[in-house]
């Protein structure tokens, strides 16, 4: 045990001595012995009764004195740590581009939400209170799409003429409704904001007193209410009814109702077909109104 410590001792200091002599004397054309070599020969010199690592201990000391001089040999540590520790400080302190700024949550914000929360869970919980007490296959639905609306004042209609009628407004006694965000009261337009069945009816308030001077009506002499689609009564399906004007009153009630479907993005809206020979006037207070039914 004593002989292998003087070895590793010698070897120790016949490297660390020896390096600095070997290359001192080395020539530029000369060859540089391997490290190896070298520990082993001074070694040999230092201490000459030490016997050869790979001879007397066999491989176990070799593996020792190669650890040991790899030990010796290894870079500076702490510079080499200061060095990782200055990179990773570096990447840390790396930001990226700033974000754009985040949504401003006010109180009043959250006060609405809560609000619409509150209303569904209300409605959900009515609906199923009352499904008990309702028929089977009946039950509450929310209505999405929903309008009634009157004429803000009157129309005048000239002989022969087909007129879209505009310019409605959403009545504001009890019982009127205007949900959702599809009709246009100023252009008398329902679009639909998606694609579904609506149900529409439109009841007009005719005066054809210009009529009533002449001793014989024609045939031709009728009126038309129509509720069409994108205004090509023609072209797509369309809503109508026909009325006669025989009666003795100064005004009388046109009316057309029934049921289309819409694409999203497409229009109905009222018309009057004045076939007669003299000028007719749609009053105010006559009503257009729609419903969704479905999808």
């Known amino acids: 045990m004593r002989r292998w410590a003087w070895a590793v001792v010698a070897v120790l200091l016949g490297g660390l001595g020896a390096r600095p ?16 070599a070298t520990a082993s020969a001074s070694s040999r010199e230092g201490l000459p009764k030490a016997p050869k690592p790979s001879q007397a201990s066999g491989p ?3 593996d020792a ?5 790899n030990f010796v040999r290894r870079p500076d540590d702490s510079a080499l740590r200061k060095r990782c ?3 990773d400080k570096k990447q840390r302190d790396l930001f990226g581009p700033p974000g754009p700024p985040g949504a401003e949550v006010t109180p009043e914000i959250l006060l609405r939400e809560f609000q619409e929360l509150l ?3 209300t409605e959900h919980r009515f609906s199923g209170l009352l499904d008990p007490l309702l028929p089977q296959r009946v039950g509450l639905r929310l209505v999405g799409e ?7 004042g ?9 007129v879209e009628l505009h310019g409605f407004q959403a009545p504001a006694a009890q019982g009127a409704f205007l949900r959702g965000s599809g009709l246009s009261l100023a252009s008398g337009r329902f679009t639909a904001p998606a694609s579904g069945i609506f149900q529409f009816s439109a009841s007009l308030l005719v005066d054809h007193s210009e ?14 209410v129509l509720i069409c689609i994108e205004s090509l009564c023609q072209r797509h399906m369309s809503l109508e009814a026909i009325s006669g004007l025989e009666s003795n009153s100064r005004v009388f009630t046109a009316q057309v109702q029934g049921l289309l479907q819409l694409q999203a993005g497409q229009y109905a809206s009222v018309f009057v077909d004045n076939g007669s020979g003299a000028v007719l006037t749609i009053q105010a207070g006559s009503s257009f109104s729609g419903l969704l039914l479905g999808m």
Request: hydrophobic share 30%; aromatic share 4%; charged share 35%.
């Open 65 to 69: 004195h190669m650890t040991w001089l």
């Open 85 to 87: 520790g200055s990179r």
């Open 21 to 36: 002599e070997a290359q001192r004397t080395q020539q530029p054309g000369q060859r540089a012995d391997p490290p190896n």
């Open 146 to 152: 929903a309008f009634h609306c009157r004429l803000q």
């Open 154 to 162: 009157p129309r005048r209609v000239d002989k022969r003429t087909l």
């Open 119 to 121: 209303k569904e869970a």
């Open 211 to 224: 009529l009533q001077g002449k001793a014989r009506l024609r045939a031709r002499d009728v009126v038309r």
């Open 60 to 62: 176990e000391l070799s």
